[in-house]
């Protein structure tokens, strides 16, 4: 009887065993179910994510389109404008541009539909910001021998191939380098880190050189950062050579407050930070002097509302006188004379070609009717000045360039690639130069904490440039100075501004400087 029982339990637990399994089976097909699900979705995200990305590549390309054309020439014709319907194809979607144009800065607007404007899937807009390459990094820069006269003031890095002489109390916050030259340092001469009343900080204080000379200061010298007298890979350094030395000439003091080393001896310096020489010290890489192209496709057209427009001299007539290859013999008296009824407030580009230019007539007391240099004595600019010529350019004698209003900034560039004649001088007392300014000409910079205001000016030539006595009541002129050769009279102050290292003509691309998404 108890053996029947047992069976006939049994057999009622067999049920229970199938529901369990059909309980179990049911639970694994909707984990599965949720398995599938969710990697469809995950799929389904990757996809869109990858379109969504696949958007951006298509407005990407209708940037870099943009700025093509615009590079080759910048009056060129916008072949899918946001104005009208048309669409270009790129990036594996189709998109449309708009931009606008100031100066040297290129501001370009791109949509891109994925996969077409028609049927998109998605759309996104970007804007981005190009301007020339940043050529111009230094306050000063010399191809050659480098004078900074006494008192001088300058506020920036300064580059020179040949020596620099820093004369007697001039105050330099940055950095010195010589590449192949040396530096000397007359009484009283600073080479600083920073200088509240200069609006100057964050500087090396540093002076690098790769000449024999190396590194020499008189009485009172300061070199705020390190000291280091480079040479060739070549040169062998000794600790007792005198050849390129950190070194003292006549008595007094002459402090480094940071480190002291040379390919020579180091000797009547005090504060270093530490003193190793003797050894190998590699000397400064040369740098490379801006190269300047003039190409009338970088500007925009005369017919255009730009205030950057172009004006050639002699007046432009495609196809037959095209602006730079054509050249006149009254191209300076001709724009001179513009100059005269034009000169309180001159804005614009200008490029001036004068055939078989000829050396300065007097130079520093240049008027409108000159025929032989650009007078620019006594102007005032209503907005962005820049003038191309290969003729000499005089600033006259002093005079103040400002603008016709406070509320108004410019960039200030002339580039000269007048060439003197092989053997003539250009001194601060004038000669045969490609630049010259006398007695007090000023760029008024506007107030020296403020960067963005008042007159920022950049000079360029491939040939040589003097200018005389800075007004020591005036704050220093702002911008950079770049010459194959210089002279510098004494007390000629000068503050870089980075508002003058992007110019165009120099560099053969644009560079992206702004980035940003629309509409997100």
Same mark, same amino acid.
Request: net charge negative; with cysteine.
């Given at each position: 009887?108890?053996? =029947? ?11 229970y065993s199938l529901v369990i399994a059909i309980l179990l089976l049911s639970i694994m097909m909707v984990l599965l179910a949720v398995a599938l699900q969710a990697g469809t979705s995950s ?22 389109? $943009? ?11 916008? &072949?899918?404008?946001? +104005? ?7 990036? @594996? ?9 100031? @100066? ?7 949509? @891109? ?35 900074? %006269? ?70 009172? *010298?300061?070199?705020? @950062? ?15 050579? !005198? ?11 002459? /402090? *480094? ?12 310096i005090t504060g270093e930070t530490s003193s190793t020489p003797g050894v190998t010290t590699t000397a400064p890489a040369p740098v490379t002097f801006p190269t300047f192209v003039f190409d &009338?496709?970088?500007?925009?057209? +005369?017919?255009?509302?730009? &205030? ?21 013999? /009254? ?11 034009? %000169?309180?407030?001159? /804005? ?12 300065? $007539? ?7 009717? $000159? ?35 406070? !509320? ?15 053997? /003539? ?8 130069? =490609? ?39 005036? &704050? ?5 100075l770049y010459a194959g050769s210089m002279d510098l009279k004494n007390g000629y102050d000068i503050l870089y501004n980075s508002r003058i290292e992007r110019v165009l003509g120099f560099g ?13």
């Amino acid at each position: 009887m108890m053996t =029947s029982l047992i069976r006939r339990l049994h057999r009622e637990e067999e049920g229970y065993s199938l529901v369990i399994a059909i309980l179990l089976l049911s639970i694994m097909m909707v984990l599965l179910a949720v398995a599938l699900q969710a990697g469809t979705s995950s799929l389904q995200q990757s996809s869109l994510s990858l379109e969504w990305s696949k958007a951006l590549t298509v407005a990407e390309a209708g940037l870099d389109d $943009s700025i093509t054309r615009l590079g080759e020439n910048r009056s060129a014709a916008n &072949p899918c404008s946001m +104005s009208t319907s048309t669409v270009c194809s790129g990036g @594996g979607g189709q998109y449309q541009v708009s931009w606008t144009q100031s @100066g040297g800065t290129i501001s370009v607007t791109s949509i @891109g539909y994925y996969p077409t404007k028609t049927a998109p899937k998605y759309v996104r807009e970007v804007q981005a910001t190009y301007a020339p390459v940043a050529a111009f990094k230094y306050a000063i820069f010399s191809q050659t021998a480098l004078d900074i %006269k006494n008192g001088a003031k300058v506020t920036g890095d300064i580059y020179s191939d040949g020596n620099v002489d820093i004369g007697q109390n001039a105050t330099i916050c940055g950095s010195v380098i010589s590449s192949a030259g040396s530096v000397s340092i007359a009484n009283g001469g600073l080479v600083e880190q920073s200088d509240a009343t200069l609006g100057c900080s964050g500087k090396s204080g540093k002076i690098w050189t790769g000449g024999s000379g190396g590194i020499v200061g008189t009485q009172q *010298v300061v070199i705020e @950062g390190d000291a280091i007298a480079g040479a060739p890979s070549t040169t062998s350094c000794s600790s007792t050579s !005198s050849s390129y030395p950190v070194t003292i000439s006549g008595g007094g003091t002459y /402090t *480094v407050d940071g480190a002291a080393k040379a390919c020579g001896k180091i000797s009547g310096i005090t504060g270093e930070t530490s003193s190793t020489p003797g050894v190998t010290t590699t000397a400064p890489a040369p740098v490379t002097f801006p190269t300047f192209v003039f190409d &009338p496709n970088n500007y925009p057209a +005369s017919t255009s509302t730009d &205030p950057m427009k172009l004006h050639c001299y002699p007046t432009d007539a495609p196809p037959t006188n095209i602006c730079g290859s054509n050249q006149s013999t /009254t191209a300076v008296a001709n724009f001179n004379a513009y100059i005269a009824t034009h %000169k309180t407030s001159l /804005t614009g580009t200008f490029a001036v070609w004068q055939r078989s230019p000829q050396p300065m $007539s007097n130079p520093g007391n240049c008027t409108t009717a $000159s025929t032989t240099q650009i007078c620019l004595d006594g102007i005032t600019v209503g907005g962005d000045f820049t003038l191309v010529t290969n003729a000499p350019v005089d600033f006259g004698n002093t005079s103040t360039i400002s603008t016709t209003s406070s !509320s108004i900034s410019s960039d200030f560039v002339v580039v000269s690639t007048y060439q003197p004649t092989a053997g /003539t001088t250009c001194t601060t007392n004038g000669g045969d130069c =490609s630049i010259y300014g006398q007695n007090s000409v000023e760029f008024n910079g506007g107030s020296v904490d403020d960067p963005d205001d008042g007159v920022v000016g950049l000079l360029y030539t491939t040939g040589k440039l003097a200018w005389k006595n800075h007004p020591a009541s005036q &704050p220093p002129g702002e911008g950079a100075l770049y010459a194959g050769s210089m002279d510098l009279k004494n007390g000629y102050d000068i503050l870089y501004n980075s508002r003058i290292e992007r110019v165009l003509g120099f560099g053969t691309t644009y560079e992206r400087t702004l980035w940003q998404e629309l509409n997100v």
